[in-house]
C-alpha cells in the first residue's frame, strides 16, 4: 500500500507546481519534500515527475498515480461522511422474532407500512425460534430480535416488553373432555420450534394436577411444522394438540373450530427485546423499536 502521507505531498506539489511553494503550504522543509517523493517513486518503481528546476510536470505514469491519490482522499472524504450520517429513517434494520409467536402477523404489516411512509427505510424480518435467534444476534446476522426468555445479561442487553397467555390448543371435538396426560397422550404432539419450550412452561405454571406432572419430550409426534400460519391447521382437522401464544389463536382463521384448554391458573409467556451487549445500534433502529412498542405495549 503506498504511503498517504507521500501521496499527499505528491498531489500538493502537483497542484502547485512548485517544491518551495509546497514545502511552505505543508510545513515542510523543501528536502523532505523531494525525500517523500523520492520514496514514493521508488515506491511505484517509475519516475513521476519531470523536473524543470523547481517546477514539475508529469509523466504518464504520474497522471496515473496522482488520479489514484485524488480517488483515495475522494473515498476517504465519503467514508468520513458516511461514519457521521445516521439517519433515523435510512437503511436496513435485520430483525427477527421468535417462530412460534404470531409476532410476525402482527408486526410485519406495520413494517411495511412503516416503509411506505419512508421508503430507504428497510426491514429484514426472520422468524425463527429462540435459540436460533440469538446465535444469530451474537455472530452479528441479525441486529435486533424478539425472544420468549430472558438470555444471558453477560451476552446480550435485554428489556421485557409484554407478556401474553399461552394456550393448550386441541380439536373442537375435546371441548366436554377432561384433558389430561392419557389424552393429549393419545391424540399426539403438533410439534413447531417452540413447542417443548411452550408445554414445559404450560406443565410448570398450569396448576392442573392432571397435566402438572407432565414431561414435554415425552408426547409422540402427531406432525411438525415451522410456518406459524399452518401450526393449527391439523388440529383444526381434528388432529394432535400443541401450544401456542393467545395472539396465534387469535390470528387463525378458523379458531371456532379448536378447544382452548382453561388452566387452573392461567399461563404467561413474557417477550423480551433483545440485542447484542455492548452493540450500539443505529438510530433507524429506534425507529423500529418505537414501532414494536406501540404494537405490542
Known amino acids: 500500500m503506498l504511503n498517504p502521507l507521500w501521496l499527499n505531498t505528491f498531489c500538493t506539489l502537483v497542484d502547485v507546481g512548485h517544491f518551495t511553494h509546497t514545502a511552505e503550504k505543508l510545513f515542510m522543509t523543501q528536502p523532505g519534500v523531494s525525500q517523500h517523493i523520492k520514496k514514493l517513486e521508488l515506491a511505484?518503481?517509475?519516475?513521476?515527475?519531470?523536473?524543470?528546476?523547481?517546477?514539475?510536470?508529469?509523466?504518464?505514469q504520474g497522471h496515473l498515480v496522482y488520479n489514484y491519490a485524488?480517488?483515495?482522499?475522494?473515498?476517504?472524504?465519503?467514508?468520513?461522511?458516511?461514519?457521521?450520517?445516521?439517519?433515523?429513517?435510512?437503511g436496513l434494520c435485520k430483525f427477527a422474532c421468535s417462530g412460534a409467536l404470531a409476532l410476525a402477523l402482527s408486526l410485519y404489516p406495520e413494517f411495511i407500512n412503516l416503509q411506505k411512509n419512508h421508503p430507504d427505510l428497510i426491514t429484514h424480518m426472520e422468524v425463527a425460534p429462540n435459540n436460533k435467534i440469538l446465535d444469530e444476534i451474537q455472530r452479528g446476522q441479525i441486529d435486533l430480535g424478539i425472544v420468549t426468555h430472558n438470555p444471558t445479561p453477560s451476552l446480550f442487553r435485554s428489556e421485557e416488553l409484554t407478556e401474553e397467555p399461552l394456550c393448550l390448543v386441541l380439536p373442537k371435538s375435546d371441548q366436554n373432555t377432561l384433558i389430561t396426560l392419557d389424552i393429549l397422550m393419545s391424540r399426539g404432539l403438533i410439534k413447531h420450534p417452540d413447542a417443548e419450550h411452550y408445554l414445559s412452561l404450560y406443565f410448570d405454571h398450569c396448576k392442573d394436577e392432571a397435566l402438572e406432572k407432565g414431561n414435554a419430550n415425552g408426547f409422540p409426534i402427531a406432525s411438525?411444522?415451522?410456518?406459524?400460519?399452518?401450526?393449527?391447521?391439523?388440529?383444526?382437522?381434528?388432529?394432535?394438540?400443541?401450544?401456542?401464544?393467545?395472539?396465534?389463536?387469535?390470528?387463525?382463521?378458523?379458531?371456532?373450530?379448536?378447544?382452548?384448554?382453561?388452566?387452573?391458573?392461567?399461563?404467561?409467556?413474557?417477550?423480551?427485546?433483545?440485542?447484542?451487549?455492548?452493540r450500539e445500534l443505529p438510530k433507524r433502529y429506534q425507529t423500529l423499536i418505537k414501532k414494536i412498542k406501540e404494537i405490542l405495549i
Open 70 to 90: 485524488h480517488q483515495q482522499q475522494r473515498d476517504a472524504a465519503n467514508l468520513i461522511e458516511a461514519l457521521s450520517f445516521d439517519d433515523p429513517y435510512k
Open 44 to 60: 511505484c518503481g517509475y519516475d513521476l515527475l519531470k523536473r524543470e528546476g523547481k517546477s514539475v510536470e508529469l509523466t504518464e
Open 224 to 278: 411438525y411444522i415451522n410456518q406459524l400460519s399452518q401450526i393449527l391447521l391439523p388440529i383444526a382437522q381434528g388432529i394432535g394438540f400443541t401450544v401456542l401464544p393467545q395472539s396465534a389463536i387469535d390470528a387463525f382463521p378458523d379458531k371456532d373450530k379448536l378447544y382452548i384448554h382453561t388452566p387452573t391458573e392461567l399461563v404467561m409467556e413474557r417477550l423480551f427485546l433483545v440485542q447484542k451487549r455492548n
